[in-house]
């Protein structure tokens, strides 16, 4: 391994060339080294969880697919990677902008309302400014990679001169001044400069064929069969279509094979029928597989990949999830409008409102429609979608009465429609509750006085009442005090009637 780290065998007719590489080209070796590794690795788990996941029946069987990808980017420095990242965000920005487009058109159709799609301008320039054949940045950058002596420079000179001014892409492109090997693409979500220093390495990403053979010698047998795989049409060993082996190498031994014996032969032709009874036919050799010649860059591979990912999503029916951070700190109740907005942008949701917008984004079902508004109305008609035309053109004013349409089961409006509609609702609303609010002040006012004016009459009642019983307690005290003088009287005559009685008997 370390004499392939640092040295390259070149093979000549009848000879063969050892050649030392320099400090940086041994990193780089390391590097890509490292890259596939993990890349075939990644590969390897990828297709074991496919196989095992796979429904062993032929049936027909329903699929969910769960694609996670990273937002547009638009870092300090943007090179090779940020540029396949945004060219999947603009291909899937297109291809959910279409799938709005075609829902949008099918529900106007099924409200037999005439699809009206006001212009939008989608971003198909900016991916032929990728794609276009013999000319694009894909095919520019493939085309200078093929090249050996190919540089960074020349890529972005061929960019200048594929892209020359009066060329309909020429104002998507922007060219750095003086020795910066830099260009800026207008992407639908705003302006990034790519960094183009290493980019012909970084779309090579080839491995030194003395490290493949090393590794494919490996005295690991995971290792050895990874690196003899040979890789798909997307770059990966995960959809290649031979099956992955266990080893054809016999553990403990290194890199040496056993005598073959009549026993040992037998073994083998047990243990190949057990597991062709078990996994299925096994797949041919490792060293048939290889491809040494496989040259294909990370350009023709991302290409293929993003064309089987949009092949898929057409056939499926598509939910799209955008996650937006409020704050770059993750802090609880704290909104960063300004990052919000960019990942409004970037993410392509203001393009879609946009779409929404150029239509009747506004959408009620006429029985709602009718709930809603007919209390704030005294029109009457027999028909719901007459009493709805009724209801609008009685509130409407005259430069947004064609801003509506009346389908099956749904009013579709504009938005200055709405807000009208909305305001005079929420005006009348507030007169209607003004109304009721001064009848019921009125008759709260009216409860009240006539609730005072109980409380005076019983109050008068008790103090007549009070009064009766006063007299009537003063009467009854005359009385008994009439009574007692009366009383007295009588005892006070009696007694002088008896006196004069015994005087008058004395005397006689």
């Known amino acids: 391994m370390g004499h392939a780290l640092i040295s390259s065998t070149t093979t000549m007719p009848g000879e063969e060339t050892i050649s030392y590489k320099s400090l940086d080209q041994a990193k780089d070796g390391r590097d890509a080294l490292v890259k596939h590794m993990y890349e075939r690795l990644f590969g390897w788990i990828v297709k074991k969880i496919n196989t095992n996941l796979r429904p062993r029946s032929q049936t ?64 198909m320039n900016i991916i032929q400014l990728f794609e276009i054949p013999k000319k694009g940045i894909w095919p520019s950058l493939d085309e200078e990679s093929k090249f050996q002596l190919g540089t960074d420079f020349n890529f972005v000179k061929r960019l200048k001169d594929n892209f020359p001014k009066g060329h309909a892409c020429y104002p998507l492109l922007t060219f750095a001044r003086g020795d910066r090997i830099e260009f ?25 064929k003395d490290i493949e053979n090393v590794m494919r010698s490996s ?28 080893s054809r190498k016999v553990p403990g031994l290194g890199g040496s094979i056993r005598t073959k014996t009549d026993q040992g032969g037998l073994q083998g032709v047990d243990l190949g029928r057990t597991l062709k009874e078990k996994y299925g036919k096994v797949g041919k050799p490792t060293e048939l597989i290889y491809m040494p010649k496989d040259s294909k860059t990370n350009v023709s591979y991302f290409q293929k990949s993003i064309s089987q990912l949009l092949s898929k999503l057409r056939h499926a029916d598509s939910f799209f999830v955008r996650c937006i951070k409020p704050n ?20 392509g949701i203001s393009a879609i409102c946009l779409i929404r917008k150029n239509g009747y984004p506004s959408r009620i079902l006429i029985e709602d429609f009718i709930k809603r508004y007919k209390p704030l109305f005294s029109f009457r008609e027999p028909n719901n979608k007459k009493l709805v035309k009724t209801i609008l053109d009685g509130t409407l004013p005259i430069e947004i009465r064609d801003k509506y349409r009346i389908g099956k089961n749904k009013v579709f409006m504009k938005e200055s429609v709405n807000s009208h509609i909305d305001r005079v609702h929420f005006i009348r609303q507030k007169w209607a509750a003004s109304v009721i609010s001064g009848v019921l002040k009125k008759n709260c006012e009216n409860q009240k006085r006539e609730r005072l004016k109980k409380e005076q009459k019983e109050k008068e009642r008790k103090r007549k009442l009070e009064e009766e019983r006063k007299c009537q307690k003063e009467e009854v005290e005359r009385n008994r005090k009439t009574e007692d003088q009366q009383g007295k009287d009588i005892e006070r005559t009696a007694g002088s009637s008896f006196i004069r009685i015994n005087i008058k008997e004395i005397s006689s």
């Open 60 to 123: 027909k069987v329903t699929e969910i697919g769960i694609l996670d990808i990273a937002g547009f980017e638009n870092l300090h420095t943007n090179s090779f990677e940020q540029m396949c990242i945004n060219m999947v965000n603009e291909r899937l920005q297109y291809f959910m902008n279409n799938v709005v487009l075609i829902q949008e058109k099918k529900i106007y159709e099924s409200e037999e309302i005439p699809y009206e799609h006001g212009e939008f301008k989608d971003n």
């Open 184 to 208: 800026s693409v207008k992407h639908f979500a705003g302006a990034v400069w790519y960094n183009c220093t290493n980019i012909l390495e970084k779309n090579r990403d080839t491995l030194n």
């Open 219 to 246: 005295n690991d047998d995971c290792i050895a069969d990874l690196f003899s795989v040979r890789k798909g049409d997307t770059g990966t060993i995960s959809n290649t279509q031979y099956n992955i082996r266990a």
């Open 328 to 347: 770059r700190q993750m802090a609880p109740e704290q909104l960063d409008e300004k990052l919000v907005r960019g990942q409004l942008k970037y993410n």
